[in-house]
C-alpha cells in the first residue's frame, strides 16, 4: 500500500495487477487501483477533480485530468472515508502513476492532496536490484 497526508486527507493507493485482462504477447498489460480517502481533518470536504501522470516502463508519460472520481465529486464529513476501484492498461510490463485531487473545503478553497506515486508491477518485469 501507498499513503500520503495532505491538510488531513489521507489517501491510500493498492495496485493490483489483472493477468485475465493482460495479453502480454500484444504488449497490452492492465492493473486495477483501489484507492482509500480519509478524511482526517476537522472541516468538510468535496472532491472536485482528479489529476494523474501515468508513465510506463519507458518514460511514455500521459496525464490525465477530469471531474470526480469513478463519476463521482463524494463529500466527506471529518472522520469519513471513500473508497473506490480504477484501472489503467500500459503496453510495458511495469510503469509508475503518480497525481493529485483537487478539493474544495466547505468555505469554498481549493487545495490539492497529494495521490502518492504507486509502482505498477507485473510478473512480466524483471526484477532488478538498484
Known sequence: MYEAVTKGVRVCVTPHYLEDQSSPGDGHYVWAYSVRIANESDRVVQLKNRHWRITDANGVSQEVRGPGVVGEQPTLAPGE??????????STPSGIMVGSYEMEAADGALFDVAVPAFSLDSPHQPIQLN
Open 81 to 90: 472515508i471513500f473508497e473506490y476501484t480504477s484501472g489503467t492498461p500500459l
